[in-house]
């Protein structure tokens, strides 16, 4: 299960370089058959955004099935705020897709950055879950480990925090069900 859902999270962190290339080329469903000609163009890239939203919705639902794990009340020494930190990074994809000229050229870095993205195993940034109200985190316990939180929590100060109900999605990356 861990598997898959690390491979759904890496897809859902990086689908938007599709997306992004779609828009650009201004390739629409249009062209798929003769009865979807009346779409307008917008229907088709409203169409390709819905489709990471909704896979990232099911990474968010099936996160309940994966392994437990908390953060104790006075165990945690320093909480960083990571929703901006990635933002360049997810914005150098935007670039790449910008600046790609061909499918098969797209499809080639694509695969690169999912492979490297996947093996990277630490963290599973997808700026998608701030459209659910989720947070980003990086942690560090009393016993020297730095960790990746994902929270709809909003924390502001480090004495009264704690994670009760984390799901684990790998030994640096966990998502937090506490709400």
Same mark, same amino acid.
């Given at each position: 299960?861990?598997?898959?859902?690390?491979?759904?999270?890496?897809?859902?962190?990086?689908?938007?370089?599709?997306?992004?290339?779609?828009?650009?080329?201004?390739?629409?469903?249009?062209?798929?058959?003769?009865?979807?000609?009346?779409?307008? !163009?917008?229907?088709?890239?409203?169409?390709? #955004?819905? &489709?990471?939203?909704?896979? %990232? =919705? $099911? +990474?968010?639902?099936?996160?309940?099935?994966?392994?437990?794990?908390?953060?104790?009340?006075?165990?945690?020494?320093?909480?960083?705020?990571?929703?901006?930190?990635?933002?360049?990074?997810?914005?150098?994809?935007?670039?790449?897709?910008?600046?790609?000229? !061909?499918?098969?050229?797209?499809?080639?870095? #694509?695969? &690169?950055?999912?492979?490297? %993205? =996947? $093996? +990277?195993?630490?963290?599973?940034?997808?700026?998608?879950?701030?459209?659910?109200?989720?947070?980003?985190?990086?942690?560090?316990?009393?016993?020297?480990?730095?960790?990746?939180?994902?929270?709809?929590?909003?924390?502001?100060?480090?004495?009264?925090?704690?994670?009760?109900?984390?799901?684990?999605?790998?030994?640096?990356?966990?998502?937090?069900?506490?709400?």
């Amino acid at each position: 299960m861990n598997f898959l859902y690390r491979t759904l999270l890496t897809f859902n962190a990086t689908s938007l370089i599709l997306v992004i290339f779609l828009i650009k080329d201004e390739i629409t469903l249009n062209s798929l058959h003769e009865k979807l000609n009346i779409l307008p !163009n917008y229907a088709s890239y409203i169409a390709y #955004f819905a &489709i990471p939203i909704i896979l %990232t =919705f $099911l +990474s968010l639902f099936i996160s309940k099935y994966l392994g437990n794990a908390n953060i104790s009340k006075g165990t945690i020494t320093e909480i960083e705020n990571a929703n901006n930190a990635f933002l360049p990074s997810y914005l150098g994809y935007f670039f790449v897709a910008l600046s790609v000229n !061909n499918c098969d050229t797209l499809l080639f870095v #694509f695969f &690169i950055l999912f492979v490297f %993205t =996947f $093996l +990277s195993q630490t963290l599973y940034f997808n700026p998608l879950f701030l459209i659910f109200g989720y947070h980003f985190y990086n942690v560090s316990t009393s016993n020297k480990a730095k960790l990746f939180i994902i929270s709809k929590n909003q924390i502001t100060k480090i004495d009264d925090v704690e994670f009760p109900s984390l799901k684990r999605i790998n030994n640096f990356t966990f998502i937090d069900k506490s709400i």
